[in-house]
């Protein structure tokens, strides 16, 4: 019995990951305030790390072809402890789900629609998404073949446009940062792009080409990850130490771009190409979560459980953040060292246990 | 969720009754339709047809006899109107009457049924049956029927001709350049059209009738080899479901097979035009003729098709990429430029420069109501006027347009209902959604669509609403292609004929989710080049 009856590609699954990373520059916009102008160098970090860390995911995923990460915890640790563990994988999702519910109800309410109430916006996106969910796999895959174009040339766009006026002795000093400083924006960029790739583990197993899952997503992340650098390099170079108290330096970068009073208000562009980010990052999340509640509770589709989750996300959500202080504030100093054991230390041990119990070899026999 | 159960829970009502019904008619049908068959006796044949067809004024039933020794009766039956006097008097009742007459005694014995079709009858197509109902459908479609006495079959000759438009050009696809023959309501017509045009062996006309009661003629054309199998197996399966009593145009069968019946975009492609047909049939699509109608249905379709021209490929490559282009953007206008506007105005006026903001407040100082509302009306407004303008008598349509122009656009504004930005706004969208004919009505209701979301929402609602729309599009299959390929999912080699046209000679493969069956249309190094000097030097 499979719960998702669609397939992606291999090209598919890499402009997803690409989508994903790059969506991660509005939120890193929290490490400027911490590693300063050198956050360019704290992403290079984080992202060869988080490569790493990435490597033992999709050694976790190679090991079970066409299993989810829920199946693979049962298969590894056995029916009931399988299950404690994979109820922490679930928490995952469904906090990742609603800190991005908020974030968009926040960006939207901040930037787009001042006067609005949060809920308004939060339950329209998240009924979109759902309305994605629905569709599958497969069509939030096709979506992304679309987005993650525009999104990358509208930010090698702006660089070029805003080359004016960049000044690169906003680098200097380089390393000026103190290194608990430094380590700490690098866990913070780790936990909100790379690292987030963990939810793939519910989507890998549905590609229709299991042994290219390495390949695309390396090079997903590669060159979602250059696009973040160009973005993260912009925005300090543009901005220099303002970058460090703006809400959001790249909109902010953005806007000062004015050639010749004929292309100038781009920020527009950027605040859509964020929205569809955000949209596929959240849509990513909310399947991955509703995948796995249907496979815990063995389910025979996924379809009932999306709108319960969807509302348990926006919910949960606005329990959680009463501010976009309190917001910035745990997703600074909270979430990266909470979700630590989930995306590092779980999967690692998992591994480990394979490994000593032979397990595909058992598998196969079976 | 309710939705969803309550959704669920009246399906499967429906398909219980559906059982139920099947079972209920299936026995029935078998007493009625045991098929009555002819016996030797002349007269007892004519009365069991008269006894279906009879009573109608336009049945011609001629009796007479031929062969002089013998004196057999016969009787011709035959619509008038819808056969060939011509043929009917010269072709078959001379040779039986009087050729018949002029052959010596050593003649062959005419009351055998087969002696006649071989050997008297001039006329190419002649099939024989002894079932009632075969023959009277026969006759209805135009053949004419021979009952000879002492026979217990009937000859069915083919005399169909009827008055019919001819073939001139379609008044819905015009074109610059390019061919101006269009479809007409005869299907044979038609079919010689798609023939004349494709000239190949493998050209497959298959027809089945559909409609218990209408019995219309519908033809499938592919090329054997070219299109995929399973295609065909599929539309004949759902063409063969379809159980209704009548077939009067293909828009009828478009949605009877159709893939998403609750999409506002429609998922079977039709043409006007025979070259645009045969293009598609040529690409690994097939086509659905229906009789009576020149609406040619093509299957399966992509969303790019809407957007591609016959005369398209019969011009020059540059011109026609920046055309297409253009309408792509036009299309985006007609359904976006409204709501845009009303985002604007409503909630982010920091994003219009400042000078046009001013003039904007200006024109705008005065009205009313909010734009949403004037948005709303408009669109109704020119909606009215353009359903006006199709259906009016062409005298009264001048009068139309001078109200429409006139009085509801200057006086509107002019008396302060309306700012004069918004005229320009919808006029520009209603030029806007003439571009793209295929997607008007699409657009049409997403235009509603998304200026109710902008009026609410803002460009947040604007961006939710494109989401929304992409999400579907991408779930879309028609006939299991992928409705956005070759966009998502992406197909590199297939963009050289979306938003531009590659030049002919580069386009070497057919689309690959269409025509994966034989990928490769022409050979490679067709760009056309002037000799090379040192050909030109050995001569």
Redesign the interface.
Known sequence: MRLERGEI?S??LM?LISCFIQGGLYPSSLAYSISKHDTWLALIAAFIIGVFIVLIYIALANKFPGKNIIEINDLIYGPYFGKLVSLQYIYFFIISLSGYFWFIGDF?LTF??PE?PII??MT??AF?CA??VR??IE?IA??C??FVFLPGIIILLTFALLLKNMEFTNFLPVFEVPLEDFIQSTNIIMHISVCEVLAFLMVIPYMNKPKQARRSVLLGIIGGGLILLTGTIRNIAALGPLSEIVTSPSLLAVSLINIG?IIS?LE?LV??AQ??LL?IITSVFYYAAVLSVAQITKLQSY??VV?PIGIIGIFLSLISYDSRMQFSYSTMYITPLLSMHIYIAIPLISLIVAKLRKLPQRNERN | MLHYLIKKSKFLMLLSQNALERNKQEPSQDDQNTPANLSQSLKTNLDLIKGVIGNNYDVVIREFSFDRQRQVSASLIYLSGMTDPTIINESILKPLMFESRLSSDSAPKLDDIEMIRTTMLSVGEVSKSANIDEIVDSCLSGSTILLVNNCHEALMIMTADWKSRSVDEPKTESVVRGPREGFTENLLTNTTLLRRKIKNSDLTIESIKIGQRTKTSVNIAYIKGLANPLLIEEIKRRLNDIKTDSILESGYIEQFIEDAPFSIFSTVANTEKPDSAAAKILEGRAAILTDGSPFTLTIPMLLIESFQCSDDYYSRPYFVSFIRMIRYLAYAISILAPATYVALTTFHQELIPTALLFSMAAAQEGVPFPALVEAMGMGVVFEILREAGVRLPRPVGQAVSIVGALVIGQSAVTAGLIGAPMVIVVALTAVASFVVPAQTDSGGILRIFFVVLAGFLGGFGIMIGLIGLLIHLASLRSFGTPYLSPLAPLSVSDLKDSFIRAPLWAMITRPRTIGWHDLKRQEFRLKPSPPLEEDTQSK
């Open positions: 590609s090209s598919q402009f939207v787009i629609m609005t308004v916006i329209m996106f979109i309305w994605a569709k599958g069509v096709r979506l073949v679309i009073k208000r527009v605040s859509m929205i569809l949209f379809l009932p709108i």
